[in-house]
């Protein structure tokens, strides 16, 4: 083995300075990537090594007074000829190397999950509906058919990588210079290269589009709901897979019925005389028209349930209820002629107003009868 500072071309003397600044002279003349050929790398992997001793005092101290550099080099047994395991893979393996990765990757991948939102109304949620959305997503390259070159070319072994996808670089750090592994820039790690991208997808393989997608929506969807949809995501890079698509539910809100949970519920409003004196009352629900009927004496707040025209249920079976409530308008602008009939209806009754709950009504009635006969 060649002597360090030679190696570097420096004097048993030189600074750390000194040292840093030839190496990367060094390095920069005889790097792979500027310089290929067995000779410059031969060459630059004395002047990587000759660095990672040099440049480290505790192993520049023993390499000085021993001629040896193993004594204290913390990870021991390092170099040039020990068998093929050399720092890098030391490093790597310290490290979990450079992004886990190894040898070229594939052009081909599976395309991205993708999740999209539909908006659909209160009746569709109800009873299920077949849809049909405008997606905007990644189809594979008609051109090309998703082999990302132009037609009758294929792709080409990178020439700076030769196929491996990956280079090796110095670097300095903690543990002096030391070569590390990071994907081919001439070929992004890929191992080949296209001499004639396609000229529809740019050597992507697929392009972006806008297309119809129509999906069955399972009555009982509700806002927040999604539906998984395997392989209808977008294609993959080269050709590859689609990934899956998630249609996110959305349920616009309905002016008449308001929802809670498998329950629709609404209102009427009834006059107070077809209150007072019972009714029938025709509802446009989501079934079509109901009619209800309204007891005698119907009290606002009275809530009338319709059994089985809710939301029909996403796990198990049946629908839930329509739950009506009941509202009674008190007339207002009354004319003189209904003034008076109301007063006389009063009269007649003998309405008096009440304050509190009934029981109480009938415990303060009791009270007073109870004073009458003292
Ligand atoms: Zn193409
Ligand atoms: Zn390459």
Redesign the pocket.
Known sequence: MSDHYETLGLSRDASQEEIRRAYRKLARKYHPDVNPGEEAADRFKQISHAFQVLSDPDKRRNYDSTGNENGNAGFGGFGQGSGGFGFADIFETFMGAAGGQRGPASRTRRGQDAQIRAQISLKDAVFGAETTLQVDTAVTCEACNGSCCEPGTSPET?S??H???M?QRPVRSVLGTIMTTEA????Q???T?LPSPCHECHGQGRVRARKPLTIKVPAGVDTGTRIHLAGRGEAGPGGGPHGDLYVEIVVAPDATFAREGDNLSTTVTVPMAAAALGTTVTLDTLDGPQTVTLAEGTQPGHVEVLKGLGVGRLRGVGRGDLRVNVLVATPTDLTSEQRELMERLAELRGEEVVHGAKHQKSMFARIRENLKNL
């Open positions: 990178c700076t990588c196929g491996q996808g280079i081919c820039p001439g070929c790690g890929m191992g290269t």
